[in-house]
């Protein structure tokens, strides 16, 4: 299904955050300009969350707010959805503190990929299966 414009945006943004899940587990290939050791990725992953996958999560959330109305799988949704996001968020904010950081940086690099994969493959559809043309306008405008 091609993707309605209005939600384009969070796609594209979920490009940069699957390079990083993919990059963070255990055995990822080498992407070029980015970090290869631990130390390094782990830096990489903080900054890009407060660079970017913080408000990105913001918005998503902000979006899920207008939306929840459309459909009762969409408001389910928009509750794992939000719970994943604190979960995420957690994630990153304790990795540089952690005892185990391959573990950490795997398990986050995993639960990333788990988490554009469900909003790419079943709530972004749903949302445009479910939602009024008027709707997906007004996400476009948040």
């Known amino acids: 299904m091609k993707r309605h414009e209005s939600l384009a945006p969070f796609s594209r943004e979920h490009h940069h955050a699957l390079i990083l899940a993919q990059l963070l587990k255990t055995d990822a290939p080498e992407y070029k300009g980015l970090p290869i050791d631990i130390k390094g990725k782990i830096s990489y992953a903080v900054n890009l969350f407060h660079d970017s996958l913080k408000e990105h999560f913001r918005k998503e959330e902000i979006m899920l707010d207008s939306v929840q109305y459309c459909h009762a799988d969409i408001r389910k949704l928009r509750e794992e959805i939000i719970a994943e996001h604190a979960q995420l ?21 995993i639960a990333l990929e788990l988490h554009i994969r469900k909003e790419e493959r079943v709530l972004f559809p749903l949302i445009q299966q479910k939602c009024s043309e008027e709707t997906l306008i007004r996400i476009g405008s948040l």
């Open 89 to 109: 968020t957690g994630y990153f904010l304790t990795l540089e503190k952690s005892d185990n950081p391959e573990y950490s940086i795997n398990t986050l690099g």
